[in-house]
């Protein structure tokens, strides 16, 4: 299920086993502080957790042994477990016998940033598997919505969905940014300036913005942007790669054949954000992105191999951009 779902998910009864897993830390946290606080009392006696990085071979039995232990005035004992990533192997000798014989008075969390190699626990028998990856824009804008609503501010969709596109949808900045913007405001309405002037964009948010204003020829803001980073950053090499990256993704999906779901999982990005970066790649075309990743990738090369500063082939890159 998506993290979206598991609150009408809970309302049904606790599961025995939760496999929290995705790249969106603030949705591992909540998911994670929603089941505790649904089904757990006094978790200072009802709560343990485990690094998954140290419960290999043998060590797995200690995690066993907790969820075997009974819960002191509460309905349930929850047991977490970080960053588990068991073998077929392990699974077989060290979990499944109690993965198929769960006690009843315990849950299991297994909290994941990732799905790395090893046994696939989300088909595994009484696995409830969360969804906690990065949230689509209309997911976030909606939740900034209501949670604004709720703080008795007015924020358009408009302007909730400045938020998500500033945050690249990360639910942990977008947390942070809509806290920020409530206690500034306090009520009333939250304006489009009101963010444009509070929220900070993301930094790959503004080298998107970058590649927008060199579709539009737009050389006064490139360098806006461009100086804004460097301000802030200091490091003319790191944004020139974060050009280079971006124009080289925005090709690889001009030019492939692959559909949106392929590319997003080729190049670890949402199926959204492909659709996105294909119309923006469209309105540059491929003969200029191929020209933009040439310059670019030449400017590292002198820069590597000391024939030129950082500053000076970043500048050579604007005029080249834009100017030859």
Known sequence: ????????????????????????????????????????????????????????????????SALECFPFMSEKRAVKVTSFYPSETEYEKYLKKIFENFPPDSILLIVNSEGKKGVDLKRKFRVTYVDCNRADVETVTKWAYLTFRRAAINASAEVCGAIAGYCLCNMSRVALEVEKLIDYKKSGTLTREDVDELVFKDADYRIYEMTNAVSRRDFGKFIEIQSELCRKNGDETNLLSGLFSYFKNLLTILVSRGCDAELAKLLKMKEYGVKKSREQARSIGEASLKKYVEIIYSALSEIKSGLCVPQSALQNVNNRIFFS
């Open 1 to 64: 299920m998506k993290f979206t779902e598991l609150k009408n998910d809970i309302k049904e009864g606790a599961k025995s086993i939760y496999l929290l897993e995705g790249d969106d830390a603030y949705f591992r946290m909540k998911g994670e502080e929603m089941i505790k606080s649904a089904f757990v009392q006094m978790p200072e006696l009802n709560f343990s957790s485990f690094d998954g990085e140290t419960l290999k071979g043998g060590a797995i039995a200690s995690l066993s």
